[in-house]
């Protein structure tokens, strides 16, 4: 029963429908609510992806086995809330206006973290981020079941990582930046990323050599007290360890 249910609950309203049809990527949606979608919208709203074009086509197939299965398990329904028959989980209250553009920077916490190419959960990739992880976003936006999803920068761009689980238990960490004005100079190769975090590669075209004097305008600790900064109009970030830097008055 449970895989008839999520066939027949849009991804969109998260309610059985009553008036399927089919959008060009291929997902069945409730009529009202990918037409709304679609006058604001030029994407998928389960792949994120550009659509060709916005013609809807009625899913009579659909319609009729969900009408059969209305029928013959009638007592398993809330005739006052279709979402009641949803077995995937709560939906999480929306309490932020967004989607909210910026810069963003996080630190995964729970356990490793799958990255998607939509905000939506069924969308996971095989890549994962391991806990301690920092990441940058440039936008926050409600997903599937409203989760909050952050769209990545630097590293996998374009990506999407969640701030919580269904359940609203947290994944992510917000990380706060300090604004400054610092200077160092390196005293041994120092590494330069798109990310402050030790978990990522760091950028093979971007070094910091002995006897340069980086300008520091932001600077964030991790959990475990190390510091980073942003390198003066710049989007690459060093580890300002004292193995590779010394910190000049100005």
């Known amino acids: 029963m449970e895989d008839h249910l999520h066939s027949f609950v849009c991804p969109i309203t998260h309610d059985v429908m009553e008036d399927p049809v089919v959008a060009c990527d291929g997902h069945s949606y409730e009529r009202a609510s990918i037409s709304m979608w679609f006058r604001d919208n030029n994407t998928s709203p389960i792949t994120n992806a550009s659509v060709h074009h916005k013609h809807l086509i009625p899913n009579h197939t659909l319609k009729k086995a969900?009408?059969?299965?209305?029928?013959?398990?009638?007592?398993?329904?809330?005739?006052?809330?279709?979402?009641?028959?949803?077995?995937?989980?709560?939906?999480?209250?929306?309490?932020?206006?967004?989607?909210?553009?910026?810069?963003?920077?996080?630190?995964?916490v729970h356990q490793p973290m799958p990255v998607y190419v939509a905000p939506s959960f069924i969308t996971a990739q095989s890549t994962l981020l391991l806990v301690d992880t920092i990441v940058l976003g440039k936008e926050r936006l409600y997903g599937e079941d409203n989760v909050i999803f952050v769209e990545l920068s630097g590293h996998?761009?374009?990506?999407?990582?969640?701030?919580?689980?269904?359940?609203?238990?947290?994944?992510?960490?917000?990380?706060?930046?300090?604004?400054?004005?610092?200077?160092?100079?390196?005293?041994?190769?120092?590494?330069?990323?798109?990310?402050?975090?030790?978990?990522?590669?760091?950028?093979?075209?971007?070094?910091?050599?002995?006897?340069?004097?980086?300008?520091?305008?932001a600077t964030i600790r991790d959990l475990n007290g190390r510091m980073y900064g942003r390198l003066e109009q710049s989007k690459l970030w060093a580890c300002l360890d004292r193995r590779h830097f010394t910190e000049l008055d100005i």
């Open 66 to 108: 969900i009408n059969e299965f209305r029928e013959r398990f009638a007592p398993f329904f809330d005739t006052e809330s279709s979402t009641a028959a949803l077995p995937s989980g709560q939906v999480l209250p929306m309490l932020e206006a967004l989607p909210e553009r910026g810069t963003f920077l996080y630190i995964v």
């Open 156 to 217: 996998h761009e374009g990506q999407y990582v969640h701030e919580c689980t269904r359940d609203g238990s947290p994944c992510l960490q917000r990380l706060e930046v300090t604004e400054t004005s610092l200077a160092f100079m390196v005293t041994s190769p120092a590494p330069l990323s798109l990310w402050p975090s030790h978990a990522v590669p760091s950028s093979t075209l971007y070094k910091a050599y002995p006897y340069d004097v980086v300008s520091i305008e």
